[in-house]
């Protein structure tokens, strides 16, 4: 910056019109753009890494350090927006406010400079100029002109003066004046509930918890998060203290390289419940979380009172094991699933429209309206989160495991009464006749004109069949809508 300054930023051409802006005036505003281009790019991805890596101040002041001598002219608006990335998150939509601050001034310094430069036009223009040691020698002509130049170089000097301070204002404004994410750990958790954090079987759990009374956990399945019990949730939470988790490798909870199988998933959130002070509760999990929550209730015995497993089923032995690829099931996407580090290399920059199938798709959906575009919207970013997408994978990954650990648990059949919900576009029958292979007190209940989906589709339907259940009542063992709920 000092030498261009000390350029005067203009050119001294003898016919140099000095209505003409010169060249170097652009480079410098194309800088100050190339630098906020590039500091919205990296605030956007910056809380991305800090949520993967927990990446600190220190680290991110590094990151910004490896930038400034690229773009020294920017390094202080470049900074701030970095920092502000690393402290409060966010996208890169919600940093644009700040972008426009500076921005603004900018253009408010350059026209003051500029209308100044005009205002004093006359005098400068008439009587003799003061001749600068500096242009001893120098033609009267070549002296005027350096003398707009020199302006010309107060109006660069003020761009940049103007940039820093606009930085160093943005950098001292309060916390609460940055926009909160549109989608993050908080993003539609129920009146009376809260979004919390817990490290269990070492690694790091999202949750989130409301209600009063006896606890209730809820298990999710694929591709979805904790977010598909919303509906369910502030139902429940009139008589239990209800909790939702993560599992690990999903939606805000940890990733890791290992513990995809269902014994494993299941002690993550036993070891939580231990934690949260309920050594026993009812256990309800849906797709995946029903073999999660077979395996809680096998290897915990004294811990879960009563389980609840919708349409989901543990593997074992009685299941088909995989010798070829997409042999092992009837749905086409659990072979592909299976092959390692193939889907996630096949839909790389995909994930969206390929997840979009499922949210969507009629085959697995009855009710219109289940799925909202913002609930496709949030899953699809849960998802599309760094290493979310590949993590998920591994839960097909490890259906052999499974079907090891059961072939050991199931010769102990549970003896907690069971209740097995299927849906009759889904997998109906097939989750009673699953779970009697390890236990011995089901109660089947087929859900009518339901899909897969069913916490989304009917969730006060599903809600007063557990009540029912949760309650020692008799259960229907067929279940038919009357409403659109």
Do not use: C
């Not at 193939?342 to 199938?357: I, M, N």
């Not at 609930?375 to 994978?393: I, K, T």
């Not at 919900?421 to 699953?434: L, N, T």
Request: aromatic share 10%; no cysteine.
């Amino acid at each position: 910056m000092s030498q261009l300054a000390s350029e005067g930023i203009a050119s001294t051409s003898a016919d140099h019109d000095r209505n003409t802006i010169d060249p170097r005036l652009w480079l410098l505003a194309a800088g100050t753009f190339t630098v906020g281009t590039d500091a919205l790019a990296i605030a956007g991805i910056l809380p991305q890494i800090t949520a993967e890596s927990h990446v600190s101040l220190a680290s991110g002041a590094a990151i910004v350090s490896a930038y400034a001598p690229r773009y020294a002219l920017g390094a202080p608006f470049l900074a701030v927006l970095t920092a502000r990335a690393v402290l409060h998150g966010g996208h890169t939509a919600d940093l644009l406010p700040y972008v426009a601050a500076p921005l603004f001034l900018l253009a408010l310094v350059t026209v003051l400079l500029t209308n100044g430069r005009r205002a004093k036009k006359g005098h400068t223009a008439s009587g003799p100029r003061r001749q600068s040691p500096y242009s001893v020698g120098v033609p009267a002509h070549r002296v005027a002109s350096a003398g707009h130049g020199h302006r010309r170089a107060s109006v660069a000097t003020g761009l940049i003066l103007a940039s820093t301070l606009a930085a160093t204002l943005i950098g001292a404004m309060p916390a609460t004046a940055h926009a909160a994410p549109s989608i993050g750990a908080d993003y539609g958790v129920p009146a009376g509930f809260s979004s919390r954090f817990a490290t269990a079987n070492g690694v790091r759990l999202h949750y989130v918890i409301g209600g009063s009374g006896s606890p209730v956990l809820l298990i999710h399945g694929w591709p979805e998060t904790w977010y598909e019990w919303r509906k369910v949730m502030p139902q429940l939470a009139a008589g239990h203290t209800v909790i939702a988790v993560d599992l690990r490798g999903f939606g805000w909870s940890d990733v890791t390289a290992s513990g995809y199988d269902r014994r494993t998933l299941a002690e993550d959130l036993y070891q939580l419940m231990r934690q949260l002070g309920y050594p026993k509760a009812t256990v309800v999990g849906h797709d995946w979380g029903a073999p999660v929550g077979y395996a809680y209730a096998a290897t915990h015995r004294d811990a879960v009172d009563r389980l609840v497993i919708a349409e989901g089923a543990p593997d074992g032995p009685w299941t088909h094991q995989q010798t070829t690829p997409f042999a092992h099931n009837p749905f086409w996407f659990f072979g592909f699933f299976e092959i390692p580090n193939y889907a996630e290399t096949v839909l790389a920059g995909r994930e969206t429209p390929f997840l979009d199938w499922f949210y969507r798709n009629r085959g697995f959906h009855v009710v219109p309206g289940g799925f909202s575009d913002d609930d496709v919207a949030y899953f699809e970013e849960a998802y599309a989160r760094p290493g979310r997408f590949a993590a998920s994978l591994n839960l097909y990954r490890t259906i052999d495991q499974d079907i090891a650990d059961n072939a050991v648990l199931s010769q102990s059949p549970l003896t907690i009464p069971v209740m097995a919900i299927g849906a009759d576009h889904g997998i109906g029958q097939g989750v009673p006749a699953g779970m009697r292979h390890v236990a011995s007190n089901v109660t089947p209940v087929l859900m009518g004109a339901t899909g897969h989906f069913l916490t989304e589709e009917r969730p006060t339907a599903f809600v007063e069949i557990v009540e029912t259940f949760l309650a020692g009542r008799p259960v229907a063992p067929a279940w038919a809508p009357v409403d659109s709920k």
